[in-house]
């Protein structure tokens, strides 16, 4: 994998630190409106998915055409029980969850990185490749 997407994907989510930095957790967990996420929902979600997506990858890598459900947060126990935090916690497990799934993109070698797989999600099939150059 590209030095410059390694290096954008470990620091992007720095920014959150500074965007966020002295938001305490009533503030974090005030939603703009009724049907709208909060911050803290928003940075669950992201952390969330980052266990989804390294789930899914892994399932990629080891299975020919696998179906995945689409993903849907608010039906999602995992989602939930993150939001069962406080804010500090929940930055802090965002953070490693997205450690956890840059180690993992990190380690695949070029061949899987440019394998070309297919999954169906909602009875659709995608065809894609993790990482082109």
């Not at 440019?114 to 065809?127: A, L, N, P, V, Y």
């Amino acid at each position: 994998m590209e030095t410059s997407l390694q290096l954008r994907m470990q620091h992007q989510p720095d920014a959150l630190n500074h965007l966020l930095y002295e938001l305490n957790d009533e503030s974090a967990k005030q939603r703009p409106d009724k049907d709208k996420w909060s911050i803290f929902e928003n940075i669950a979600h992201l952390g969330r998915y980052h266990e989804v997506f390294l789930q899914r990858v892994q399932t990629i890598l080891k299975e020919q055409d696998p179906l995945f459900d689409r993903y849907v947060a608010d039906t999602d126990e995992g989602f939930i029980e993150w939001c069962k935090n406080d804010f500090d916690q929940v930055l802090q497990k965002f953070h490693q969850s997205r450690k956890e799934l840059n180690d993992f993109l990190f380690n695949l070698d070029e061949k899987q990185l440019m394998r070309t797989r297919s999954f169906f999600c909602c009875t659709k099939r995608i065809t894609f490749t993790l990482f082109s150059n």
